[in-house]
């Protein structure tokens, strides 16, 4: 194997550990309640109140700040432990779940009063989303297709039915 491609096959696990390092990085203010992730998440539950959905982003609600901080917290796990060769597969359910928590993080930024810009940081959070919207959609769909496919098969082999046994006469 050529350097190149030794180098090559690097790329996914760094874009793995940068997204884990945006995850976690998130969880001291979900995790905390600070006062930024008030705003963002009470200016979405407002938002959602608006829409008969009231306490929808609150402290208790579906997608609280401790609900996503938790999906986080699992993405960027499960994207580190799949860096080792034998749970690679895990890689693929850590850029999934940080595929799904990042859509609806842009989305909310773009199409609800949050913005791109909520805390005034120049959208750095907003900038932050969308690179790891695209590292997840990149690994799912280019660096680990396969890994996820054998990802799908063991999760549907949990729920398959057993196969009744065959009777011999």
Partial sequence: MSIRDRLIGLIPHGMALFMSAVFLDSLRFKFTNHPKTQVI?????????????????AATGLFSQYVIGSIELLAASLLMLGIL???RHLQA???LAGFLVM?????FHL??????????????LFVAACINLAAAFLLLTIFRRREF??????????????KPATVRS
Avoid at 103 to 107: F, Q
Avoid at 112 to 117: A, E, H, S, Y
């Fill in 41 to 57: 998440f009470g200016r979405l539950d407002g938002w959602a109140s608006e829409l008969g959905a009231p306490g929808l982003f």
């Fill in 111 to 124: 199409f609800t009063p949050l913005g791109v810009d909520p805390n005034n940081d120049g959208g750095g």
């Fill in 149 to 162: 496919g054998v990802l799908v098969s063991r999760v549907l082999a949990i729920f398959a039915p057993l």
């Fill in 85 to 87: 060769p034998r749970f």
């Fill in 93 to 95: 359910g850590g850029a």
């Fill in 103 to 107: 859509s609806g993080a842009v989305s």
